[in-house]
């Protein structure tokens, strides 16, 4: 035992001996110390010097901050990366805004003629939250467009921005966006969805039928459909033909002849005028005048949503759907295109816009875009928990569990943009009773439904106004006690 308890002992020595010869050296150099690593070397002496060891404090550098256009401190953007989506099969079959879903694509490489002001949103200055789809005028400013004013309830007036240009690629080869394009791009919808009388003859019969049964009746004046037929004639006609669609009076006259005959019953002479109940009036290189038959609150964005295109590619290429020839202005250019599989986006390098918030940094940031069609829900929530895609939307029913399984992942609350009612009918009983409605709606428990069934994911009072559009919504607890209780 007491030699094992030797031998252990003296190994032991050695082994303290061989660490000490390898401890790290330290030199000091103006009062401060730093660790540097040398070489283990052998030693006649046993012998070592230890001097007082002090650590360095390191400090942990953060992101560059800069100021945005509010005097807050936001982190420097960085370029490069790639950003990731999901659509569904149908949202990435067309380019052309001619298909309803063509809508989806446009929205990537185009620009609207007017956005909501991110600089006034939550980046921003937050005098909006601009969470919702849409918002009221007061909330939108101009994107393509410079700026825009509804007039009176018939008309809006439009400023296209300057200096903004189209890819350049063949056919357009980056030429100036001008009032020209917007004017085109109004026919051309217009024309080819048979919508020069309100899509199409059936419709173009009901729409002014109902029309003029109200200048019938006196609740129009007569003099308003005078003018009108005046100016279609004087301004829209001739411009329709400049943009090189065949509106002849032949063919208005063979398209719509039920609905020439309603005017003719009446005295009006309407051969060879295209009975549009809208069209804009090109004032100069970047000014349009927008007219309307009817009255509208939102006559301002009767043209504001569209899309403006040139008309070099459909006269090279007989369409806009084919994403290795459509040309746009916005910050993203297809590359490439698998059909229910993705599309690839790369990035606009000479885009116009800037980032609202930051002027100095030109949009976009990435350097990709990519839109991949998944159609399982399942495959769908599982690339998003596992960070395949990049953004997306979570049904309210699985809020919860994504909070509980991906807390590193943001989010936020939206508003839903569809409301649920039950509409009953007043006429007959026991409907017809005020007092019958009133207790049929307090005995309806909406708190209940909202926190048990919608597990708090839902809000009660969104109808007839939601609280997104905070110009005209009154807040329950200010509204009068009988409509409170309700």
């Keep these: 035992m007491r030699k094992f308890v030797w031998v252990v002992l003296t190994l032991l020595i050695v082994v303290a001996l061989a660490l000490s010869s390898c401890q790290a050296a330290t030199v000091e ?70 298909w309803w879903d063509g809508n989806n694509a446009q929205a990537i490489i185009n620009d609207s003629l007017t956005a909501a002001p991110w600089e006034k949103g939550p980046e921003g200055t937050g005098e909006y939250l601009l969470n919702y789809s849409s918002y009221d005028v007061t909330q939108y400013r101009g994107e393509l467009l410079e700026s825009f004013e509804q007039t009176d309830l018939f008309s809006c007036d439009y400023t296209l921005r300057q200096g903004v240009h189209f890819w350049n690629k063949p056919p357009v080869n980056g030429r100036e966006v001008t009032a020209d394009d917007m004017v085109w791009s109004w026919v051309r919808w217009g024309v080819n969805l048979q919508s020069a009388s309100f899509w199409g003859p059936d419709d173009a019969y009901t729409f002014w039928n ?68 809208s069209f804009p009036r090109k004032i100069d290189k970047y000014n349009i005048h927008f007219m309307k038959l009817e009255a509208d609150i939102e006559t301002w964005n009767d043209m504001a949503s569209m899309w403006v295109l040139p008309h070099e590619v459909e006269e090279v290429y007989g369409t806009f759907d084919d994403w290795q020839t459509t040309v746009a202005c916005g910050p993203w250019m297809p590359s490439d295109y698998v059909r229910d599989s993705s599309s690839t986006y790369d990035r606009n390098p000479n885009y116009w816009q800037h980032d609202p918030t930051l002027p100095d ?18 495959t769908y ?102 409509v409170r209780e309700l």
């Design 381 to 482: 929530y599982a690339a998003l928990r596992t960070a395949k895609i990049d953004i997306g939307t979570v049904v309210w029913h699985k809020v919860e569990t994504f909070k509980e399984t991906s807390p590193e992942m943001l989010f936020a609350e939206t508003p839903p943009t569809t409301t649920h009612t039950v509409s009953v009918r007043t006429d007959i009983p026991p409907f017809n009773d005020v007092r019958v409605r009133r207790a049929a709606m307090l005995a309806i428990d909406h708190p209940a439904m909202a926190n048990e069934f919608y597990e708090g994911n839902a809000y009660v009072y969104l109808w007839p106004i939601q609280p997104i559009f905070p110009t005209v919504f009154t807040q329950p607890e200010d509204l009068p006690e009988d």
């Design 210 to 277: 109902n029309y003029l049964g109200r200048v019938d009746r006196g609740d129009i004046p007569a003099s308003r459909v005078t003018t009108w037929l005046s100016d279609l004639e004087t301004y829209w006609l001739p411009l329709l033909e400049a943009t090189g669609f065949d509106m002849s009076k032949e063919d208005v006259t063979k398209q719509f002849p039920a609905v020439i005959k309603l005017f003719e019953d009446r005295g009006y002479d309407v051969t060879g005028i295209p009975l549009y109940g």
């Design 29 to 98: 150099e103006k009062g401060t110390t730093e660790t540097v690593t040398g070489k283990v070397t052998e030693k006649e002496t046993t012998k070592v010097e230890t001097k007082e060891e002090t650590t360095k404090e390191v400090v942990k550098q953060g992101p560059e901050m800069v100021k945005n256009i509010a005097g807050n401190l936001v982190e420097k953007p960085q370029y490069g990366g790639t950003i990731r989506y999901r659509v569904l099969p149908h949202q990435a079959e067309h380019y052309d805004p001619l």
């Design 361 to 378: 940094y030109q949009l976009p940031y990435a350097d990709k875009l990519i839109v991949l069609v998944i159609l399982d829900d399942s």
